[in-house]
């Protein structure tokens, strides 16, 4: 019996791969004849090059395939086919399509099948209409003085830190893990804590253990993944970071029952008003039958996912370039000092508007250091391209960190940290998709509006209260990828208290 079972796997096993390399060879020949192809091993493709790789070495891999060959490229992961691209006009074309709207097989490896990040497009479509009010101006200035009540005690975090180098992600993340809870979430909680310290080592271990799935395409069955050690480690961390996200929901569920018990339905009044939080539009449409508690759950992991850690590493990139390029830190502050008289004074919408100079600065940031360096789509038809076509199924993979220092786009100092790249005059002339920080097309981020609000509130009260230095150039920089971007060097920042 144990015999024929064995017999039975192998042949499976080498049918499955036999129809690979026929498919292989039959897409090579015909709708991909038109790419150019990378060097591949039989069965795995490129997928071969990640063994054994861990997560900052696999994203050098799939940043070297970029430079193999002229793009489109088409390679197979396994038994998928990748699309690599790195063209504006050619992202316009791919981010923009109807046909490349879903999101490929890697994005379910974070275990949120129905929000915004991974669902497929139709139920992304109506989830998207129903939410994007939730950023609008009115919702986002009634924000403002919790951002700068949170930013303030992020200031006061870093007094224990002065004169010892530090890492400048962890604070920033529980400040924005606090911002994020108590804005979008609605949850009056303090979380730059030692709650905040634990939350902040989750995060980290899941989404590492999530991006050692993506690059590994035989972990794209569960069977497997659900056989290996990290997957056990995994659920165990997940179920401890759910259970703080699980008790959002039932205490904002008992608290809007019981306002509405007596009379005060919170959802209808903010509804009429036109102010509906996050967590209140999701709620309400629970209510309405419009969500399921899937729906709800799964909404609610998405804004506090989507919203700490893209914004902690763009604040937290920003601050170490100004402290790498201390001529442009004063540059900053000098355009502080030009709208702020007090050093701890709050910010305003109207000063937000006014910090022209730093927005560049945290732009210029973005492009080094995009939180997204790859992002991906699916093909749900065959889709004509460039001479072409992309099979059903395949996965189209827009390589953004490359384009951001395309000397083409953006010249001699296309690996500079240069903010003056995003002078109007010098940032009109370029294709506007030449810097997709926040993604592009309908698709986008949906909480661009927050994070601009968010970044600028607290770097205007840090550099206005400190002086950041480092002992890093910029070619000691290394980076690494746990589905979003980070600077890998340990410890990599200083401060000092700021004369103002």
């Keep these: 019996m144990i015999f024929l079972t064995s017999v039975l796997l192998l042949g499976i096993t080498v049918a499955f791969c036999l129809w690979i390399e026929i498919r292989k060879w039959y897409l090579n020949c015909t709708k991909l004849r038109a790419y150019s192809k990378l060097k591949e091993v039989p069965i795995f493709g490129i997928g071969g090059r990640f063994i054994g790789q861990d997560n900052e070495a696999s994203m050098q891999s799939i940043e070297k395939l970029f ?7 088409a390679a197979w992961f396994g038994p998928t086919i990748a699309i690599g691209i790195d063209d504006p006009e050619d992202m316009y074309t791919i981010l923009n399509a109807d046909q490349c709207l879903d999101k490929p097989y890697l994005y379910s ?12 497009k139709e139920l992304w479509k109506q989830h998207r209409r129903a939410l994007n009010p939730t950023f609008n101006t009115k919702i986002m200035n009634s924000f403002i003085p919790t951002f700068n009540r949170k930013a303030k005690i992020l200031v006061q975090q870093l007094e224990k830190h002065i004169g010892t180098p530090f890492d400048i992600y962890r604070p920033v993340f529980k400040a924005l893990t606090d911002m994020i809870m108590n804005t979008g979430l609605g949850m009056n909680w303090e979380l730059q804590t030692k709650r905040g310290d634990d939350l902040h080592d989750i995060f980290i271990e899941v989404m590492s253990s999530f991006q050692s799935r993506v690059v590994r395409f035989w972990y794209k069955w569960d069977f497997v993944y659900n056989l290996t050690k990290a997957c056990k480690r995994e659920l165990v961390l997940l179920e401890q970071g759910y259970r703080v996200l699980r008790s959002v929901r039932e205490v904002k569920e008992i608290e809007l029952a019981d306002k509405l018990e007596k009379g005060d339905d919170i959802l209808e009044k903010s509804k009429a008003e036109n102010s509906l939080t996050w967590i209140q539009k999701c709620f309400l449409m629970y209510r309405e039958g419009t969500f399921t508690e899937q729906n709800l759950i799964e909404e609610i992991d998405t804004i506090f996912v989507g919203g700490t850690d893209t914004t902690t590493t763009t604040i937290s990139c920003t601050l170490i370039m100004l402290a790498i390029y201390p001529e442009f830190q004063e540059k900053v502050v000098a355009e502080l000092h030009e709208v702020f008289d007090d050093v701890d004074s709050s910010v305003t919408y109207e000063d937000v508007s006014k910090l022209n100079y730093l927005e560049m600065v945290i732009k210029e940031s973005l492009r080094h250091f ?4 790859f992002i991906a789509r699916k093909a749900s038809t065959d889709f004509p391209f460039k001479g072409g076509i992309i099979p ?7 390589n953004i960190a490359k384009m951001h220092k395309d000397p083409k786009y953006w010249g001699d100092k296309a690996n500079d940290f240069y903010p003056e790249h995003f002078l109007p005059e010098n940032f009109s002339k370029m294709h506007p998709y030449t810097f997709l920080a926040f993604s592009g097309g309908p698709r986008n981020c949906i909480g661009i509006k927050y994070a601009w609000y968010v970044a600028k509130i607290m770097l205007a009260h840090l550099l206005r209260r400190y002086k950041f230095t480092t002992h890093l150039k910029y070619e000691d920089i290394r980076t690494k990828v746990n589905i979003i971007l980070k600077i890998a060097n340990e410890n990599p920042i200083c401060v000092e208290r700021r004369d103002w």
């Design 67 to 73: 430079y193999e060959k002229e793009q489109p490229f």
């Design 109 to 120: 490896h974070l275990r949120n099948e129905t929000g915004l990040f991974s669902s497929g």
């Design 370 to 373: 995009p939180v997204g360096p």
């Design 392 to 398: 059903k199924d395949s996965f189209i993979l827009l």
